[in-house]
């Protein structure tokens, strides 16, 4: 899980335009700098694309810190789902 915690690292940043952001497991979306739930949003969109997946709604509803996402990347991935 470490290697998709620097990939969504590497996502966050190119979102918020934020080189300095470091993300840690615990991190909680809306305590980044400047963060919005469009954020979110891009956010997910970029990960869908970078593995190949595909969120519902619902889904994105539920992912509050980095864990919550990179635990529902390896769940689908895992599942298989597209």
Do not use: Y
């Not at 590497?10 to 979102?15: K, L, Q, S, Y």
């Not at 305590?31 to 994105?60: Q, T």
């Amino acid at each position: 899980m470490a290697a998709h915690l620097a990939e969504l690292t590497d996502i966050v940043r190119g979102v918020l335009r934020n080189a300095d952001v470091e993300l840690v497991a615990d991190s909680r979306f809306q305590d980044l700098p400047a963060w919005d739930s469009m954020d979110l949003v891009a956010v997910v969109v970029e990960a869908e694309c970078r593995f190949g997946l595909l969120f519902e709604p619902e889904e994105i509803e539920a992912l509050h810190t980095a864990a919550d996402l990179l635990q529902a990347i390896v769940d689908k991935r895992a599942l298989g789902s597209a």
